[in-house]
């Protein structure tokens, strides 16, 4: 039966089908998408949003498949797992503090209802090569056990800090029990600017047992006398997956004993990404002998291409993204947002424009020049299709590249030659890379003094 509403033809369904209403004709499939069965999830849109027009039939956001969907799907998913106060599985280990109300924020660790080797969950190092739905599925397993924690004074929550500082340096999988004040709840915004995340509440009581500490994050942890920036290179040089440095540094598990603090898991992302592929450009890097030839590297994930080229010179350094209409930083463009930020020789000295993928990209090229010992200009582009259907995080950046700098590449004598490749690897046209490459433009357009002396005698 159908019915006239505001000049459009709607289909009545029962009334306890959601917000997919009108979208979806199985009931069944459309009622295991029902919030009402789960009223400790909630979907919220943004004012002026897309997704009330579209509801993921009309393909709005120019994506193949609705990331509001595939996400409510998955949360709903571990609620049928998550269902009373009390909560026993395996954490990967995996730990998050937040940054909203900083210095007091919420911090604590993420447990799935999994009991066994769930280290895959936290481990970006190796989720390439999964599906967008295999992600989402490893974020929104884990249920987020919350406390209230000042920064600068973790020791008035240190019922739960110690017992999360423990899962933070664990060296596997920790068999956790949590109890919570009320049941795990979670909300699905349906916009494109969230990360997928899982239930979450706050914490009453934590318990775990069998943890084995890792031997290199225990002995940086131990050391109060240890500068946490010196901690966090010992930990990378003894092959310390950076994952695992960055949920440490979260914790505030280094540095001299005074200055230790927790530090907001975004932030120590960055941090950790920053600090060590500073250190690998300035020790490793920069006394080495330039590349002789153009190398273009390249790597497709997800909707993305990576493009990495690799300039005969000294050390500089530019990021480069290009946004389709329809994905995540342009969902309602009608043009190519593109934006990059760079570095020369000396570095930089203040936060890049671009965020945190600017520093995980760079680490990755660092690592690249260090393992070859030579040095280079490095311009990293990336271009975003609207098949990449939901934010993942920057470690998506960082292990692309390192996967397009593992393959073997293609080399050309000339500036002009490499360009052209790239051009044929690329839908955005070559002359809209470099009007927006600060490096690209210097190489081309700028002559330098060099052009004018004599040349050396043989």
Request: aromatic content about 8%; glycine content about 6%; hydrophobic content about 40%.
């Given at each position: 039966?159908?019915?006239?509403?505001?000049?459009?033809?709607?289909?009545?369904?029962?009334?306890?089908?959601?917000?997919?209403?009108?979208?979806?004709?199985?009931?069944?499939?459309?009622?295991?998408?029902?919030?009402?069965?789960?009223?400790?999830?909630?979907?919220?849109?943004?004012?002026?949003?897309?997704?009330?027009?579209?509801?993921?039939?009309?393909?709005?956001?120019?994506?193949?498949?609705?990331?509001?969907?595939?996400?409510?799907?998955?949360?709903?998913?571990?609620?049928?797992?998550?269902?009373?106060?009390?909560m026993i599985g395996s954490s990967p280990p995996a730990i998050f503090v937040g940054r909203i109300g900083y210095p007091y924020v919420y911090a604590g660790p993420l447990v799935p209802p999994i009991v066994g080797d769930t280290s895959i969950l936290d481990t970006p190092e190796k989720w390439v090569g999964k599906t967008t739905d295999e992600i989402v599925d490893f974020r929104t397993k884990l249920v987020r056990g919350k406390f209230r924690v000042n920064v600068k004074k973790p020791h008035k929550a240190s019922k739960f800090i110690d017992k999360t500082s423990e899962l933070a340096l664990s060296k596997s999988s920790v068999d956790t029990e949590v109890t919570f004040?009320?049941?795990?709840?979670?909300?699905?915004?349906?916009?494109?600017?969230?990360?997928?995340?899982?239930?979450?509440?706050?914490?009453?009581?934590?318990?775990?047992?069998?943890t084995r500490a890792d031997v290199n994050l225990e002995k940086a942890h131990s050391d109060w006398d240890l500068r946490a920036e010196e901690a966090l290179l010992n930990l990378y040089s003894a092959d310390v997956p950076v994952s695992k440095i960055q949920r440490a540094l979260s914790i505030g598990a280094f540095g001299v004993k005074k200055d230790?603090?927790?530090?907001?898991?975004?932030?120590?992302?960055?941090?950790?990404?920053?600090?060590?592929?500073?250190?690998?450009?300035?020790?490793?890097?920069?006394?080495k002998n330039p590349i002789n030839e153009y190398r273009v590297h390249e790597f497709s994930y997800l909707g993305n291409r990576f493009v990495v080229?690799?300039?005969?010179?000294?050390?500089?350094?530019?990021?480069?993204?290009?946004?389709?209409?329809?994905?995540?930083?342009?969902?309602?463009?009608?043009?190519?947002?593109m934006g990059g930020d760079w570095e020369g020789y000396k570095g930089r000295t203040s936060y890049a424009s671009i965020g945190g993928c600017y520093y995980a990209v760079r680490l990755a090229a660092a690592e690249h020049l260090a393992s070859q010992?030579?040095?280079?200009?490095?311009?990293?582009?990336?271009?975003?299709?609207?098949?990449?259907?939901?934010?993942?995080?920057?470690?998506?950046?960082r292990e692309s590249v390192r996967e397009a700098l593992k393959m073997n590449p293609q080399k050309y004598d000339t500036l002009e030659e490499a360009l052209s490749h790239i051009h044929s690897r690329f839908t955005v046209?070559?002359?809209?890379?470099?009007?927006?490459?600060?490096?690209?433009?210097?190489?081309?357009?700028?002559?330098?003094?060099?052009?004018?002396?004599?040349?050396?005698?043989?």
């Open positions: 039966m159908k019915k006239v509403y505001d000049g459009k033809f709607v289909k009545k369904v029962k009334r306890r089908i959601p917000w997919v209403e009108h979208v979806i004709s199985d009931v069944d499939v459309a009622g295991d998408l029902n919030p009402g069965q789960y009223p400790d999830i909630k979907l919220q849109a943004r004012k002026g949003s897309i997704c009330l027009i579209c509801r993921g039939a009309r393909g709005l956001c120019g994506k193949p498949r609705c990331p509001a969907l595939l996400r409510s799907n998955s949360l709903i998913e571990v609620k049928k797992l998550v269902d009373l106060e009390q004040r009320k049941k795990p709840s979670g909300r699905v915004l349906l916009d494109d600017e969230v990360q997928p995340m899982g239930l979450s509440a706050v914490l009453k009581d934590i318990r775990v047992s069998d230790r603090r927790i530090v907001p898991t975004r932030w120590s992302i960055t941090a950790v990404d920053s600090i060590i592929s500073r250190r690998l450009i300035e020790d490793m890097v920069k006394d080229l690799l300039l005969p010179s000294s050390w500089s350094y530019e990021w480069i993204e290009a946004w389709y209409p329809g994905t995540t930083w342009n969902p309602e463009n009608y043009s190519i947002a010992g030579r040095q280079a200009a490095v311009v990293a582009m990336r271009e975003i299709h609207p098949s990449f259907v939901t934010p993942l995080g920057v470690w998506i950046n046209k070559i002359d809209e890379w470099i009007n927006t490459s600060s490096l690209l433009k210097n190489t081309l357009y700028q002559e330098k003094l060099t052009k004018y002396l004599p040349p050396k005698a043989s």
